[in-house]
């Protein structure tokens, strides 16, 4: 572990981002075809090893069947529009039409709407009847009270996401979420975090979640780094919190947590580094943004943005690239890694000389 002094009084690790390192190819190569990028988590078998965020300008029921039936899971925000709002679509494209000095303001506004337990209900409904993984996200402000309601509808993945999300949170102001004890009662696999520290991704792990979301999420809509001065390295990160997974399947006696990096990859390139780090799967959001089905009709922005007291996110203009195929699993039609996501993985694995994705995370790296 390398330090830096700061100053006489502070020393500081030095830590890196997925820009900051690179996969070293191997002394075998292999047919890209011989290459296998399926995932399963806990029960559920994907074609493809990520999570689509949950973002209302991302996931909404379509585009959750959607990206379903591609081979990934499209978590749908359960504290977004489609739970607050019988039809969003309007309030969408009124998002994408605001002036820039308009947007925090009326963003506040749409969200103050209350979420409605019976649209919980219906819109995991919707997305299961499609014969695809139903996924829903609660921040941990709200998932004691719409927990019942997600279980009720028949969700099959349960996200519990925040901008930093605990094992233990301490408050005067009102009873905390036990996690343990929540995860414990629960009878639905769950996906917590985000973390970016060994010790943070350890108390959670031990907490039961299925999987443990690394980073900050949001991507290049968040500014938590201008706003609260926190941000961590990714690739650092996710190789912390994947030694965390090593030896906590020594404390447990096997049982193995997921690790899923989340924010900080606009491209494949981040997407296959993540994985090399030590990731099990991604959550991904803006290059879905970019999709012609998103509801953000090329505009993409988090819950972040529309914090009533101190927001940390901005709508950004990302434009429309292709269809959702055409992102995750191409053809792709430019050569920026924003398409084609998963071929592009499957790619790089294959160069490397790699045939699963386990294999991948002993994949050599270098700093550049």
């Known amino acids: 572990m390398t330090e830096v002094e700061i100053g006489r009084a502070k020393r500081a690790r030095q ?5 900051d390192v690179a996969l070293v190819p191997a002394r075998r190569t292999r047919d890209p075809e011989g290459s296998s990028i399926s995932w399963q988590i806990d029960a559920y078998e994907l074609e493809l090893p990520f999570l689509a965020a949950p ?28 739970t607050r709002y019988a039809d969003p679509a309007p309030l ?14 009326r963003l506040r506004e749409l969200y103050a709407q209350p979420i409605q337990e019976e649209l919980i209900v219906q819109r995991i409904k919707e997305i299961r009847a499609a014969g695809v993984v139903a996924a829903g996200s609660l921040t941990p402000q709200h998932t004691a009270q719409f927990a019942k309601a997600v279980v009720a509808a028949g969700a099959d993945l349960f996200v519990i996401r925040g901008t930093t999300v605990s094992a233990e949170h301490v408050s005067d102001r009102a009873e905390p979420l036990n996690l343990k004890q929540f995860i414990y009662e629960l009878d639905v696999p769950v996906v917590a975090g985000g973390v970016a520290t060994y010790k943070a991704a350890l108390h959670l792990m031990r907490s039961g979640a299925a999987g443990v979301l690394v980073g900050f999420g949001g991507g290049s809509s968040l500014t938590t780094r201008n706003v609260l001065g926190i941000a961590v390295p990714m690739a650092t990160a996710i190789s912390d919190v994947a030694a965390a997974r090593r030896d906590y399947m020594d404390e447990s006696g096997g049982r193995y947590v997921h690790v899923i990096a989340d924010g900080s990859m606009g491209g494949s390139g981040e997407i296959a580094k993540a994985i090399a ?5 991604v959550m991904i959001g803006s290059p879905l943004a970019r999709a012609e089905e998103a509801p953000g ?4 922005w988090g819950a972040e943005a529309f914090h009533s007291e101190v927001p940390r996110g901005v709508r950004t203009h990302l434009g429309t690239a292709g269809t959702l195929k ?9 050569a920026d890694g924003t398409m ?8 790089a ?11 991948f995370q002993r994949c050599e790296l270098t700093v550049r």
């Open 55 to 82: 973002m209302d300008s991302v996931v909404s029921p379509a585009t959750a069947v959607a990206i379903g039936k591609l081979g990934g899971v499209g978590v749908l925000d359960l504290e977004g529009l489609w």
């Open 349 to 359: 694995m294959a160069t490397t000389g790699y045939s699963d994705l386990k294999e």
């Open 15 to 19: 830590a890196y981002g997925l820009d």
């Open 340 to 347: 084609n996501l998963f071929g592009a993985l499957r790619r």
């Open 92 to 105: 969408l494209r009124e998002i994408a039409e605001l002036p820039a000095d308009r947007v925090v303001a």
């Open 326 to 334: 055409q992102i995750l699993v191409g053809p792709s039609s430019t």
């Open 277 to 281: 780090c030590g990731a099990d799967g």
């Open 297 to 300: 009709l090329g505009y993409h």
